[in-house]
């Protein structure tokens, strides 16, 4: 069992940045790819970007690539995005997810989830 904690969201202008983090908690917290998801009101939850297990492999959706960057720490059981140059349409709940075996975007393929953290860019 793994439980997700994210934290670091909040309110920026366009253009600013953010750094959330997702502690997790369990001793097989370096067996698992991590993602970052989001969602927006009243759209699907999309993927964002997700790390290998070793850190050394990572996919990130085609509208973040260049702006965001995935990172993690196996001893500190953590997670991190970091994202930069902000845009109006990045505001959306942002979800830690951990499980599948491969860095893939499928969202039911990951399973264990945050309980997700705001983020609104303002114009």
């Known amino acids: 069992q793994v439980q997700l904690v994210e934290s670091g969201g909040g309110l920026v202008q366009a253009g600013g940045s953010l750094r959330l983090s997702c502690a997790a908690s369990g001793r097989t917290f370096s067996c698992y790819v991590m993602g970052w998801f989001r969602q927006a009101p009243g759209k699907e939850r999309e993927f964002v970007a997700a790390?290998?297990?070793?850190?050394?492999?990572?996919k990130y959706a085609d509208s973040v690539k260049g702006r965001f960057t995935i990172s993690r720490d196996n001893a500190q059981n953590t997670v991190y995005l970091q994202m930069n140059s902000l845009k109006p349409e990045d505001t959306a709940v942002y979800y830690c997810?951990?499980?599948?075996?491969?860095?893939?975007?499928?969202?039911?393929?990951?399973?264990?989830w945050g309980q997700g953290t705001q983020v609104t860019v303002s114009s």
């Open positions: 790390i290998s297990a070793s850190g050394s492999s990572t």
């Open positions: 997810a951990a499980g599948p075996w491969s860095l893939t975007v499928v969202p039911g393929e990951y399973r264990y």
